[in-house]
C-alpha cells in the first residue's frame, strides 16, 4: 500500500534553514501539502500543491518536490516554527489519503 | 476560509456509541467534500473517513471500517461521524476537515489539500 515517510525529528539553529524531507510513490505525480501543529492546536496549512502559500503564512516557508521526494524548507527559522510537520498526499488511483509519520521540528 | 466546529467528544466504554458533529459556517459546504482525521494521544494524524459533497460516495479507513459511518445534512452545514463498538484504540482526538477539490497542471500533477481544519474534539474510550 501507499505510504510516506518523514524523518522523526530535526533541528535547527536559530535563523538558519532546515529541509524537511517526506517520501513516497504518489509525490510523482501529486504535489504534497505541508501543516504545521502545535501542541494542543489543530493542524494549520502552510504551503500546497507546486509551492503555494496560504495568506498569512510567512514566505520563510516553501515547498518542493523532485522524483519521489517532496521537501518544505524553512529558511531562517524562527523560535516559533518549532513544531510538528506533516506532508499530505493522495493515491489518485484509489483517492486514498495518506499523511506522513509527521517530523518534529526543534528551534536551538 | 471559513469555519470548522466540532462537538460530542467524551469518555465512553468499549464497545459503546458516540456520535461527533462537526458544524460549517463561512464556506460552501454543500459542494465541499469532508473528512474526519483523527490523532491519538502523542501520535500522528491518521484518515478516518471521507463524504462526497452531495453524500453519494463514502470511504473509510480499513481500522474503522464497518464500525464508524459518515453522514451530512447539507441543509444544516453539519457533517456527523457515528462511532459504534468502540475499542480503547479509538482514543483520539478527532478533526472535521474540508477537501478543496483537485487541480491540476500542465506538468500533469495533481494537488488537493485540507482546509479549514475544525479544533478537534477528544474522544476517550476506557473501561
Known amino acids: 500500500s501507499s505510504e510516506l515517510t518523514q524523518d522523526p525529528a530535526v533541528s535547527v539553529a536559530l535563523g538558519q534553514t532546515v529541509r524537511i524531507t517526506c517520501q513516497g510513490d504518489?509525490?510523482?505525480?501529486?504535489?504534497a501539502a505541508w501543516y504545521q501543529q502545535k501542541p494542543g492546536q489543530a493542524p494549520v496549512l502552510v504551503t500546497y500543491?507546486?509551492?503555494n502559500r496560504p495568506s498569512g503564512i510567512p514566505d520563510r516557508f516553501s515547498g518542493s518536490t523532485s522524483g519521489n521526494t517532496a521537501s518544505l524548507t524553512i529558511t531562517g527559522a524562527q523560535a516559533e516554527d518549532e513544531a510538528d510537520y506533516y506532508c499530505?498526499?493522495?493515491?489518485?488511483?484509489?483517492?486514498?489519503?495518506?499523511f506522513g509519520g509527521g517530523t518534529k521540528v526543534t528551534v536551538l | 476560509q471559513g469555519r470548522l466546529v466540532e462537538s460530542g467528544g467524551g469518555v465512553v466504554r468499549p464497545g459503546t456509541s458516540l456520535r461527533l458533529s462537526c458544524v460549517a459556517s463561512?464556506?460552501?459546504?454543500?459542494?465541499?467534500?469532508m473528512h474526519w482525521v483523527r490523532q491519538a494521544p502523542g501520535k500522528g494524524l491518521e484518515w478516518v473517513a471521507i463524504?462526497?459533497?452531495?453524500?453519494?460516495?463514502?470511504d473509510y479507513a480499513d481500522s474503522v471500517k464497518g464500525r464508524f459511518t459518515v453522514s451530512r445534512d447539507n441543509s444544516k452545514n453539519t457533517l456527523y461521524l457515528h462511532m459504534s463498538s468502540l475499542r480503547v484504540e479509538d482514543t483520539a482526538v478527532y478533526y472535521c476537515?474540508?477537501?478543496?477539490?483537485?487541480?491540476?497542471?500542465?506538468?500533469?500533477?495533481?494537488?488537493?489539500?485540507?482546509?479549514?481544519w475544525g479544533q478537534g474534539s477528544l474522544v476517550t474510550v476506557s473501561s
Open positions: 476537515a474540508r477537501d478543496t477539490g483537485y487541480y491540476y497542471d500542465s506538468a500533469g500533477y495533481s494537488y488537493n489539500w485540507f482546509d479549514p
Open positions: 463561512g464556506l460552501t459546504f454543500s459542494s465541499s467534500g
Open positions: 463524504l462526497w459533497f452531495d453524500g453519494s460516495t463514502e
Open positions: 504518489t509525490l510523482r505525480s501529486f504535489y
Open positions: 500543491g507546486k509551492n
Open positions: 499530505y498526499s493522495r493515491d489518485t488511483t484509489n483517492n486514498h489519503v495518506l
